[in-house]
């Protein structure tokens, strides 16, 4: 199972908008290809609604499946053969 860490988009320790979106512009969703994707929220600040969405629109176009949370007690929230 992979793993993206929201941490690794923070700006000046928070999230914001348009440098999260460039982020995941840039991100190379073809690892994620075929694979089982857990989002890791950050404990040290809140993640906004709209960042889960946008990562998770972009992931559900390549993954498997998706999860958020912790490994052991992950939520799915998409699965390729539901669809």
């Known amino acids: 199972m992979k793993t993206i860490l929201l ?3 923070l700006d000046g320790g928070i999230i914001r908008e348009k440098s999260f979106r460039q982020m995941v ?3 190379d969703f073809d690892q994620y290809q075929n694979e089982k994707v857990i989002i890791k929220g ?3 600040v809140m993640v906004p609604t709209w ?3 946008i ?6 176009q390549v993954a498997d499946k998706i999860y958020y949370g912790e490994p052991r007690y992950a939520v799915k929230v998409f699965n390729r053969k539901d669809n």
């Open 42 to 44: 950050c404990a040290s």
């Open 51 to 53: 960042a889960y969405l």
């Open 55 to 60: 990562l998770t629109a972009q992931l559900a």
């Open 7 to 9: 941490d690794d988009f």
């Open 25 to 27: 512009d840039n991100l």
